[in-house]
């Protein structure tokens, strides 16, 4: 889906229900460049305006909400509980629970809720768990390094 594309299907969206795109910033930036009452979903966001999301704009649409997060994608109660929710994925998570956390965002409640991936986006994006997997296997091997030198070499059993 090319992001012309993806910018006009959240605008149709927008007309039904609040719509939540997670997405890289680059596109965010463009979405909201294209669609200036886009709103980024940050650490600063009222999080009691997350969770009634049901009114309507002036501008006659309900909120559309940018996050390029995964941080933004779990642990956040987004709710529109008369109209429900739209959940866009644009790009994918760190791993398979960055995932199911993310998809979760929406109808948790019971209320109403779609959910939508783009065309070429893979739900668990390779590089970004490769990078993590790094991070463990580093902090394990720093770990076992701290244990080295403060055991006198011997080996604990934990």
């Given at each position: ?21 997670y997405t890289k910033a680059a596109s965010a930036e463009a979405i909201q460049e294209a669609v200036p009452r886009a709103e980024y ?85 390779e590089v970004k768990n490769k990078q993590l997997t790094k991070c463990l296997i580093d902090f394990q091997s720093n770990v076992t ?14």
């Open positions: 889906m090319s992001l012309g594309d993806l910018i006009g299907f959240v605008k149709e969206r927008a007309q039904r229900s609040a719509v939540l795109i979903v940050n650490v600063d966001t009222d999080a009691s305006s997350l969770r009634n999301l049901d009114e309507r704009l002036p501008v006659g649409t309900f909120r559309i909400l940018l996050c390029s997060s995964e941080e933004r994608m779990r642990g956040v109660d987004y709710r529109g509980n008369e109209k429900g929710l739209t959940l866009v994925i644009d790009c994918g998570f760190s791993t398979r629970r960055d995932a199911l956390q993310g998809q979760c965002r929406v109808g948790r409640f019971g209320e109403k809720s779609e959910r939508f991936i783009t065309h070429d986006t893979q739900l668990i994006d390094d701290v244990k080295k030198k403060t055991t006198g070499g011997v080996k604990l059993s934990l």
